[in-house]
C-alpha cells in the first residue's frame, strides 16, 4: 500500500494462513489474481475445468501457484475468488455449491456485452453476479471485490505496485474485513468497503465505463476513493 492511505480493517484479521482458490484462474483476470496474491506471500491454487490446463497455466506464472480442477480447487480453498466468464458463472456455482458451502466466496465477474459503440452492462435477473452468486451459494458467505483492476497491470512483470482501490461489498462484516485484508496485501491496492451486496450491480457495470475510458485515453484506468 501506499504511504499516503491506510486501510480499515482491524489489526487481528490474520490471513497468512490461508487458503486462496481461484476459479477461472487459467483467464487473465483470474491469472493476474493468482499471480499477485501468490507474489504477496499467500497460498494460492488456480482452477480450471481442466486441470492439466491448470497445472501448466501455474507452473508458467512461476510464482509457487498451484493448480487443479475447478472442484478440487474449491475443496482445498478457505477463499475463493470466481473469475469465469459471465456466461459460465451460474452453471460453475451451481455445480460447486457443496464444496463451496461455509466459505468465503469472491465474486469479481462482470457481465458485460460489447457491441459497436463499445462495453455496456447487461441486466441480471438476480441484480448483479454477486447476488446471483448468494442466491446459489446459501451456504456460503459471498462477497463482491476485484472488478475494477486492469488484467494487463496484474500480469507486468515491470509493475511493482498497482495504483487503485478495490471497493469490497458484502452483508457479512468478517467476510467482508477478510477480502479487504487480501486486497491490502497487493503492493499499492487498498480495500475499501463499498456497501451491501445489494449495491453490486453498479460497481460491476462501473467496469463498462472503465474499459471506455482506456480505450479513449490508452491506460489502464482503475478507481481510488477519496476521503476515507
Request: with cysteine.
Given at each position: 500500500m501506499t504511504d499516503s492511505i491506510s486501510s480499515d480493517v482491524p489489526a487481528a484479521i490474520d490471513i497468512t494462513t490461508l487458503r486462496v482458490g481461484v476459479l477461472g484462474g487459467t483467464g487473465d483476470q483470474g491469472r493476474g489474481l493468482a499471480r499477485r496474491l501468490a507474489m504477496a506471500g499467500l497460498s494460492v491454487t488456480i482452477g480450471s475445468r481442466d486441470a492439466a490446463r491448470a497445472a501448466e497455466v501455474a507452473d508458467a506464472l512461476a510464482v509457487g501457484v498451484g493448480g487443479l480442477s475447478n472442484g478440487d480447487c474449491a475443496e482445498q480453498s478457505d477463499v475463493v475468488i470466481v473469475a469465469v466468464p459471465w456466461d459460465g458463472h451460474e452453471a460453475l456455482l451451481e455445480a460447486l455449491a457443496g464444496s463451496l458451502a461455509g466459505k468465503i466466496v469472491v465474486d469479481c465477474v462482470n457481465p458485460l456485452g460489447f457491441d459497436k459503440q463499445g462495453a455496456f452492462g447487461l441486466d441480471v435477473a438476480d441484480g448483479s453476479a454477486a447476488q446471483q452468486a448468494a442466491r446459489i451459494l446459501v451456504d456460503s458467505r459471498v462477497v463482491a471485490a476485484f472488478h475494477h483492476i486492469?488484467?494487463?497491470?496484474?500480469?507486468?512483470?515491470?509493475?511493482?505496485?498497482?495504483?487503485?482501490?478495490?471497493?469490497?461489498?458484502?452483508?457479512?462484516?468478517?467476510?467482508?474485513?477478510?477480502?479487504?485484508?487480501?486486497?491490502?496485501?497487493?503492493?499499492?491496492?487498498?480495500?475499501?468497503?463499498?456497501?451491501?451486496?445489494?449495491n453490486a450491480g453498479q460497481v460491476e457495470a462501473m467496469t463498462a465505463n472503465l474499459i471506455s475510458m482506456n480505450r479513449r485515453y490508452k491506460a489502464h484506468a482503475g478507481v481510488r476513493i477519496t476521503d476515507v
Amino acid at each position: 500500500m501506499t504511504d499516503s492511505i491506510s486501510s480499515d480493517v482491524p489489526a487481528a484479521i490474520d490471513i497468512t494462513t490461508l487458503r486462496v482458490g481461484v476459479l477461472g484462474g487459467t483467464g487473465d483476470q483470474g491469472r493476474g489474481l493468482a499471480r499477485r496474491l501468490a507474489m504477496a506471500g499467500l497460498s494460492v491454487t488456480i482452477g480450471s475445468r481442466d486441470a492439466a490446463r491448470a497445472a501448466e497455466v501455474a507452473d508458467a506464472l512461476a510464482v509457487g501457484v498451484g493448480g487443479l480442477s475447478n472442484g478440487d480447487c474449491a475443496e482445498q480453498s478457505d477463499v475463493v475468488i470466481v473469475a469465469v466468464p459471465w456466461d459460465g458463472h451460474e452453471a460453475l456455482l451451481e455445480a460447486l455449491a457443496g464444496s463451496l458451502a461455509g466459505k468465503i466466496v469472491v465474486d469479481c465477474v462482470n457481465p458485460l456485452g460489447f457491441d459497436k459503440q463499445g462495453a455496456f452492462g447487461l441486466d441480471v435477473a438476480d441484480g448483479s453476479a454477486a447476488q446471483q452468486a448468494a442466491r446459489i451459494l446459501v451456504d456460503s458467505r459471498v462477497v463482491a471485490a476485484f472488478h475494477h483492476i486492469s488484467a494487463v497491470l496484474l500480469l507486468d512483470e515491470t509493475v511493482d505496485s498497482i495504483d487503485t482501490d478495490v471497493l469490497v461489498l458484502g452483508d457479512d462484516r468478517e467476510a467482508t474485513d477478510i477480502v479487504q485484508a487480501l486486497a491490502d496485501r497487493i503492493p499499492g491496492i487498498r480495500g475499501v468497503f463499498g456497501g451491501r451486496l445489494r449495491n453490486a450491480g453498479q460497481v460491476e457495470a462501473m467496469t463498462a465505463n472503465l474499459i471506455s475510458m482506456n480505450r479513449r485515453y490508452k491506460a489502464h484506468a482503475g478507481v481510488r476513493i477519496t476521503d476515507v
